[in-house]
């Protein structure tokens, strides 16, 4: 029966269910008494979810805690082995496939290189099929315990009622690619497991907004900055995030052809693979066969001599011209969106670190209107490398939560769960 809002008593259980999951989750260990007040529910409330989630095998006991003159409360805890994700990074360099446990520890790895960048869709389709397979095995788990398969991608992600999840990656040559179809084709896990396409600036979004340095904000930009270049956009409007082709802003009229095809767009000039060719055309060189991390690191160490010496002058001189083009891109961010945190990840981004920092920070401020480059903080993502790993796996987990702590597959408006912020 819906009441006047709509919601029905199954949507009220549902909600209460999902209130003390993410509480137990992101503030746990909690009591039965800490948690009415952190939900909001009454304790009879409580007490009835709680025993709802126990009997399940969702939650488990983690200890007691002294209460005033009464008997100890019992801790409540999520229990991490009551289910699994994978996620997926379909990168630059390499695709990556982590099996995680419900408290998102890392249960197992399996890596595929990417030769010379190549994105043949049969090539990472196997990557992934394989990947998955391998880390089940080395953990153990069986396929029909998984909560799901989250998967980021570079590209802008539909979803379409016949095909699932569809990928248009105008730069790695993907033109509406069927990925989800493809992935279930052959597949050996049960139909019943869902896939959460989505991407990859959005995944690395999803982890930095609930562990890294985006947590608590309500309004942040988290940049990607690998080969290209994009971001997730968290605000008050669009709190579940959204991907921003970012790269592809125009930051110079006829400029240096981008890799989509354009002139003149940002990752033109700021991603890792126009970076290098810059230094490659001013004389910059690498190790024969060097990949794009390695040459980048090699670039590093030449214009940020570790041991104190004299910078090598044409590779200072293209990082400064490179921080200055980030900087300018960040500040139509700055501009259009108002942030109060822009985060810095992605392989490239960290390798340029702290060092790259302050002449990014001081360009976006000198392109920036004062006001809101008054109130923006530029800083590093906290997640390391496997950022956009772990949050692939939050998505089939967020969508895990928000049904109550049941599995259901992808809301059919989009290529998979929206990114969620941590609840406040």
Not at 218 to 224: E, F, H, I, M
């Amino acid at each position: 029966m819906a009441g006047r809002n709509g919601r029905t008593v199954r949507d009220l259980r549902r909600g209460n269910r999902t209130a003390v999951l993410q509480r137990l989750y992101f503030d746990g260990p909690l009591s039965r008494f800490e948690l009415g007040p952190a939900t909001g529910l009454s304790s009879g409330s409580v007490s009835n979810v709680v025993a709802e989630l126990i009997g399940d095998g969702l939650v488990e006991e983690a200890g007691s805690v002294d209460s005033d003159g009464g008997r100890p409360r019992i801790l409540l805890r999520v229990a991490p082995g009551s289910g699994h994700m994978i996620g997926v990074d379909v990168g630059e360099t390499r695709v990556r496939v982590g099996l995680f446990d419900l408290t998102l520890t890392e249960l197992a790895r399996a890596e595929r290189p990417l030769e010379q960048q190549r994105y043949e869709v049969d090539g990472i389709v196997r990557h992934v099929r394989d990947g998955i397979a391998e880390v089940l095995a080395g953990a153990g788990i069986g396929p029909g315990r998984l909560l799901g398969v989250g998967i980021g991608v570079p590209g802008i992600v539909e979803r379409t009622p016949d095909l699932g999840a569809v990928v248009h990656g105008q730069t790695i040559g993907w033109d509406a690619v069927p990925l989800e179809r493809l992935l279930r084709d052959g597949s050996e896990l049960p139909g019943s497991v869902p896939y959460f396409i989505d991407n990859g600036a959005r995944t690395l979004g999803q982890a930095e907004m609930w562990f890294g340095a985006g947590r608590g904000a309500g309004n942040a930009l988290v940049v990607l900055f690998g080969s290209g270049v994009g971001a997730c956009l968290v605000t008050p409007e669009v709190e579940h995030g959204r991907a921003v082709e970012w790269g592809h802003l125009t930051v110079r009229v006829r400029g240096r052809r981008c890799r989509c095809g354009a002139l003149g767009c940002l990752e033109a000039y700021a991603g890792a693979e126009s970076l290098l060719a810059r230094w490659f055309e001013a004389g910059g060189s690498a190790p024969r066969g060097a990949d794009e991390e390695t040459a980048l690191s090699v670039m590093l160490s030449g214009a940020y001599p570790a041991d104190g010496g004299p910078a090598d002058p044409v590779a200072l001189a293209v990082l400064d011209e490179t921080a200055e083009y980030v900087g300018a891109g960040l500040s139509d961010l700055i501009n259009l969106f108002q942030p109060e945190r822009i985060l810095i990840g992605g392989w490239a981004g960290l390798q340029l670190g702290t060092r790259f920092l302050p002449a990014v920070r001081r360009h976006a401020a000198a392109y920036s209107l004062r006001h809101p480059a008054e109130k923006v903080g530029i800083e590093l993502g906290r997640l390391g490398p496997d950022a956009v790993t772990v949050g692939a796996a939050i998505l089939p987990l967020a969508d895990f939560f928000a049904h109550g702590g049941r599995r259901a597959g992808p809301a059919p408006e989009s290529g998979g769960t929206p990114a969620r912020s941590v609840p406040r």
